[in-house]
């Protein structure tokens, strides 16, 4: 049996989408036979769950005095990344990085705000540790082609630097028997948003709420439905666009409920921070319902490159193929991590 440490800081259902992908991972790797020794932020209790500090140098020595010779951390956060890589330089620890978010490129963009003052002393420190990490590691994993092709740059090569996407994460079957025909097909075109909206860009969120509009001055009768969305500052733009009363605005929710939302809808939404960095995971969902996604993308950067087929739906609000949604989930894409663990 193949025994490795599963690092990931944030792992419960409570942590959001940012442990969406190690949850299914352990999940992924365990029905094929690995066990699984998993370190999250609880592991040690309650006080070190409260300090990330001490969390970290408790970590630190359980893959230390660990007998386990393969180390996997998914991250962020990044800031035991270091002590971790050293640790495992020293033990002679087989060491795999898992980057679902980009640390320094998202330091340097400013977190997608264009007017964020950039921090050049974290800028440094973190591109300084992603080199050396790079060079300690067995296989610096990132999940998509942007991120791999800034890595490249900065580390001078791409020999370790492996792409696994995110993907969704149920199945298909299991989901459509909540649509309802009647419900989809009523001659209203429904558009939903899961999860943040404006809160990403105000300026992209214009962007889409614009051509909805247009959309709805073409004939169509339209609505939107926000799915655990603030209702500020979406609100005050549907206003501008006197959207307002065309839309729904419905609490945070388990997946599965958001799910059964959406699966009655007829096109998505969603809105990247930075198209030639980001994926995010929402287009993973939305391709699993088979919902088309508006298009209003920069067609020179990275997003629209990969998704342009799934987006090019949206001209005539067709449902995604199953054949081409079977490909996205996350269990597909996981399949090549296997080998990386031999």
């Known amino acids: 049996m193949k025994q490795l440490i599963f690092i990931s800081y944030f792992f419960s259902e409570n942590d959001g989408v940012g442990a969406l992908r190690s949850r ?35 970590c630190t020595f359980k893959v230390l005095f660990s007998k386990h010779n393969t180390v996997y951390i998914s991250c962020g956060p990044f800031n035991h990344l270091l002590f971790i890589s050293l640790v495992c330089f020293v033990r002679r620890k087989k060491l795999i990085v898992d980057f679902r978010d980009p640390w320094s490129i998202n330091i340097k963009t400013g977190y997608g705000k264009p007017s964020a003052k950039i921090n050049r002393f974290k800028v440094f420190i973190s591109t300084l540790i992603e080199k050396l990490v790079y060079r300690i590691c067995t296989y610096f994993i990132v999940c998509t082609e942007g991120m791999k092709n800034y890595y490249q740059k900065l580390f001078g090569n791409d020999d370790k630097i492996k792409v696994i996407m995110n993907g969704y994460d149920f199945d298909i079957a299991e989901i459509e028997k909540y649509k309802d025909d009647n419900l989809k097909n009523n ?35 339209v609505h939107i439905y926000f799915v655990g969305t603030n209702r500020e500052p979406t609100f005050s733009i549907l206003k501008q666009y006197s959207l307002e009363d065309f839309s729904t605005f419905y609490p945070r929710m388990s997946y599965k409920e958001a799910l059964k939302i959406a699966i009655n809808c007829n096109v998505s939404i969603l809105i990247i921070r930075n198209e030639e960095i980001d994926y995010g995971t929402k287009i993973f969902d939305y391709i699993g319902l088979g919902l088309p996604v508006l298009d209003i993308f920069d067609h020179s950067n990275n997003f629209y490159k990969e998704f342009k087929d799934i987006l090019s739906f949206s001209r005539s609000f067709k449902e995604i193929p199953k054949e081409m949604r079977v490909s996205y989930s996350r269990e597909e894409n996981f399949l090549s991590i296997l080998h990386l663990l031999d």
């Open 187 to 221: 001659q209203v075109l429904k558009f939903v948003c899961l999860g943040k909206f404006a809160e990403y860009d105000e300026q992209k969120a214009h962007k889409v709420i614009s051509k909805i509009k247009d959309i709805k001055n073409q004939g169509y009768s």
């Open 24 to 58: 299914s991972l352990v999940s992924f790797l365990k029905k094929r036979g690995f066990n699984l020794d998993i370190v999250n932020r609880s592991t040690f209790g309650k006080t070190s769950e409260m300090n990330f500090y001490l969390w970290v140098i408790l």
